[in-house]
């Protein structure tokens, strides 16, 4: 099996072309996306082994949605087949001082029906060193918060580092339910990824002082948000992403990470974007994290990268992330201008 297994819900992404809004538009643009399915195809793109679990429908969009992973070399043979339809979801593209939209149709859907029999978690992990999931996995409800505990118990067993992206929707479950299932499943984690506003919907931690909307954010009030959390579940790492909203079109981006064992907190370089697709920014992230610890990068190098990873995403159209480590290391070093290769 591959070195880097993910799990989750991959999703067929419809959008109007364009800045269209849904009212307006007669045609729309299909590709795949999902948390844990962008880290894979992020990681698969760096030369990594890694590979995405889920339950796919048989018929022709589930094998078109696995495909869209085997093009970029993810493993999808644990992949279960069953289920009448694929988790649909509508994304309308912001501009300006319009956010963008998100329109969930995801009821039903394969992944949702899962049952614990659906996985052999001992032959998924078989040679593996990391597992990466989120918190929009187990929000889908069925039994998917205990397949999630299955799995983590079971990368435990094996010796399998663990990393989850809180990841709220609050149009999956409540904050109640959030709370009371990540808790329970944060125990097996290793490394923490939130952002500006997960810690504080799921575990009602928040930055002092910081404005997300007004574009203040507060670097000493996310060291506490960091500590507070490795306190409650003795995370090895907490890496925090930081956001600065200046409108749909601009935003600036960071991020921190918390190595617990050296008591030492990095920040990574600011970067000012112009967006051409925010979806899947956060992945993009958790894939640069993950490869960089995986290859033994130091704290300020890892979360360097996996800014740099994460800022160029927001380049890219579409959920997943088309660029090489080279391509990062490049950003990383200073290179932002963006010239022309000749």
């Not at 729309?28 to 894979?40: H, T, Y």
């Not at 593209?93 to 329109?103: E, L, N, P």
């Not at 007004?214 to 959390?229: D, F, I, P, R």
């Not at 890496?239 to 200046?246: F, G, K, P, Q, V």
Request: with cysteine; proline share 1%; net charge negative.
């Amino acid at each position: 099996m591959a070195d880097i297994v993910t799990f989750g819900e991959l999703m067929l992404r419809l959008q109007p072309y364009h800045y269209e809004r849904f009212v307006q538009c007669d045609r729309v643009g299909f590709s795949f996306g999902g948390g844990e399915a962008n880290v894979a195809v992020s990681l698969a793109n760096y030369g990594e082994s890694a590979a995405f679990v889920t339950k796919l429908p048989s018929h022709a969009v589930g094998q078109a949605a696995l495909n869209s992973l085997r093009r970029y070399g993810v493993d999808t043979s644990k992949i279960v087949r069953g289920g009448d339809r694929i988790g649909i979801y509508f994304n309308e593209k912001g501009a300006s001082q319009r956010g963008s939209v998100c329109i969930y149709d995801r009821k039903d859907s394969a992944i949702s029906q899962a049952i614990a029999a659906d996985f052999d978690w001992d032959s998924i992990f078989d040679g593996a060193k990391w597992f990466h999931f989120t918190g929009i996995t187990p929000a889908l409800g069925g039994d998917l918060p205990e397949i999630c505990e299955q799995a983590c118990k079971k990368a435990k067993e094996k010796g399998v580092q663990i990393s989850c992206d809180l990841n709220y929707r609050g149009k999956l479950w409540s904050k109640e339910r959030a709370r009371e299932t990540m808790s329970r499943l944060c125990q097996y984690v290793d490394v923490c990824i939130s952002n500006e506003e997960d810690a504080k919907d799921v575990f009602g931690i928040e930055a002092a002082d910081t404005d997300i909307c007004g574009g203040n954010l507060n670097h000493e009030g996310y060291k506490s948000v960091a500590k507070q959390l490795h306190d409650r579940f003795h995370f090895k790492m907490v890496a925090i992403t930081l956001r600065e909203s200046h409108s749909a079109s601009q935003n600036g981006w960071s991020a921190m990470l918390y190595n617990a064992a050296a008591d030492e907190y990095c920040f990574s370089s600011k970067y000012e974007m112009q967006i051409i697709d925010r979806v899947g920014g956060g992945d993009s992230f958790g894939g640069g994290l993950i490869y960089s610890l995986l290859h033994g990068k130091s704290t300020q190098e890892a979360v360097d990268f996996a800014a740099a990873a994460s800022a160029l995403k927001h380049s890219v159209e579409g959920d997943y992330n088309m660029v090489t480590a080279g391509e990062v290391e490049k950003l990383v070093a200073g290179d932002g201008s963006g010239r022309i290769q000749r």
